[in-house]
Structures are given as structure tokens and as C-alpha cells.
């Protein structure tokens, strides 16, 4: 079977939806209305999708107090420091990094503007 979307519960979804299109290159590939104002969002490359809503019937979890480490979503980039740079403009913050992996991989953890962690991955060898 093939993953269809990863979901989850954020504050904003049409802002989210928006800043995620505007610096990250995901387009919408379905927005939804009240009341959960959910949107389908596709990565760039159109092998990943999100589903991003707001519940009111679920707590929207504490993501800037979260550990990056539990959850965040990794963007492979070819510049990880300048596509830092430019998300600190649109109001991402630095979390940590840039770090050197063993197997030379190059790494900085972020949070969006809503806290939830996004890393930058520069991969020695890419995946595919």
C-alpha cells in the first residue's frame, strides 16, 4: 500500500495552508470549509501529501513545547542555510543547527510560524 496523507491539527489551517504554499512550494489540492477548514496540501514534488484541519472536537497538540524530535516534517533542500535564512524571514525560528550527520547528511531543525518543527535536509547521498 502507498501512504495517501499524513494529517494533523493546527491552529490556522488557511494560514498554514498559505504560508506552507508561499515559502515551501506545497500547493492546495482541496480546501474544505468551515468548520474544520481542512486543506489538502501536496508537496512540490506530488508524492506527498498533508491533510491540515482544525477540530474543535480534538486539542490541537502544544507543538512549540514538543521535542522536534517526536514529530516534524524534513524538506530535502539544496541549500539548507539559505532556505533557513529565508524562512526566518517569512517567520519560521532556528531550533538548531546546522548540523553534520556521520553519514554527511546536513541538517537544521526549524518550527513554523504556528511551532511546529520542520527540518531542512541536505543528504550526501539522496534517497532516490
Sequence with gaps: MKIEHFAFQ???????????????????????????????IEASDGATMLEI????????PDYPQQDP??????????DPEADMERLIQAGATRQAGPTTTAAG?????????????IQMCK??????
Design 105 to 117: 547528511d546536513v541538517l537544521i531543525m526549524m518550527r513554523d510560524p504556528w511551532g511546529f518543527a
Design 10 to 40: 493546527v491552529p490556522d489551517p488557511v494560514a498554514f495552508a498559505a504560508w506552507y504554499g508561499e515559502h515551501l512550494g506545497m500547493k492546495t489540492l482541496r480546501a474544505i470549509g468551515a468548520p474544520t477548514f481542512t486543506h489538502f
Design 69 to 78: 524530535l517526536v514529530v516534524h516534517l524534513g524538506f530535502a533542500s539544496d
Design 123 to 128: 543528504r550526501a547521498k539522496p534517497w532516490k
Design 53 to 60: 484541519y482544525r477540530n474543535e472536537n480534538a486539542p490541537i
